[in-house]
C-alpha cells in the first residue's frame, strides 16, 4: 500500500469534519444542544472522542462552526453579485433559494430555531450573526427606501420577521403548511 498524497489526507479529514457535523447537526436538531454530550456525538458518528477533539476544540466550537457556515450558506444567496445594490430579481432569488434550503435542510433549520430562542447558546454565536446580518439589513433597507416606502427599516425587518415565521411554522408542521403559496404571497407583498 502506498502512502497517501496530501490530496488524499485533506480529502479525508474534510470528509471526517463533514461526517462530525453533520452527525452533530441532527443530534442537536432532535436533541438539543445541552441534552448532547461529545460522547454521544463521537459514538454516533462511529469515531473516538479524541479524533473529534483534533478536529473541535469544545462542544461550542462545533455549534459556532455549524452555525456558521449554515448562515453562510443561506446568506450566500443575498445579493448575488454583492455589489452592495439589492434588484427585485435578486431579492425574488433569494426568498426563492430560501425556500428551497428551508426544505432541503430541515436539521440545520430546527437548530437555528431552537438556537436563536435560547439566550445562553445564542451568546456563542451572536457576534458573527449580527455582523453577518446587519449589512444585509441595511441593503435590504435601501432597497426599500429606493422604492420610496415610508418606513424602509420597518419594511426590511418585516421581511426578516416575516421569513423566520413562515419557516418556524414550516419546521413544525412541513406536510401541512403550504409553502410554496406563502412564499408566493411573500413575493407579492415584499417585493
Known amino acids: 500500500m502506498s502512502p497517501r498524497t496530501t490530496k488524499q489526507l485533506e480529502e479525508i479529514r474534510a470528509s471526517k469534519r463533514a461526517l462530525i457535523m453533520n452527525t452533530a447537526l441532527k443530534l ?9 454530550s461529545i460522547s454521544k456525538i463521537a459514538s454516533a458518528a462511529n469515531i473516538s472522542k479524541g479524533l473529534l477533539y483534533n478536529y473541535f476544540k469544545s462542544k461550542e466550537d462545533l455549534l459556532s462552526e455549524i452555525f456558521h457556515l449554515g ?12 455589489d452592495g445594490v439589492l434588484t427585485k430579481e435578486e431579492l ?19 437548530l437555528y430555531f431552537i438556537l436563536i430562542m435560547k439566550p445562553s447558546v ?3 454565536y451572536e457576534k458573527r450573526f449580527m455582523e453577518l446580518v446587519a449589512p444585509l439589513f441595511q441593503t435590504l433597507e435601501n432597497y ?48
Open 28 to 36: 442537536f436538531a432532535v436533541e438539543g444542544y445541552y441534552i448532547t
Open 71 to 82: 448562515m453562510d450558506e443561506i446568506f450566500k444567496d443575498f445579493d448575488p453579485n454583492q
Open 92 to 110: 425574488m432569488f433569494f426568498i426563492d433559494k430560501t425556500f428551497q434550503k428551508l426544505n432541503k435542510n430541515k436539521d440545520f433549520w430546527k
Open 122 to 124: 445564542f451568546k456563542i
Open 144 to 191: 426599500y427606501s429606493a422604492k420610496g416606502l415610508k418606513n424602509p427599516n420597518a419594511e426590511a425587518r418585516l421581511l426578516g420577521a416575516t421569513l423566520d415565521g413562515v419557516g418556524m411554522h414550516y419546521i413544525l408542521d412541513p406536510e401541512n403548511f403550504p409553502i410554496e403559496i406563502v412564499k408566493q404571497i411573500i413575493i407579492e407583498k415584499h417585493i
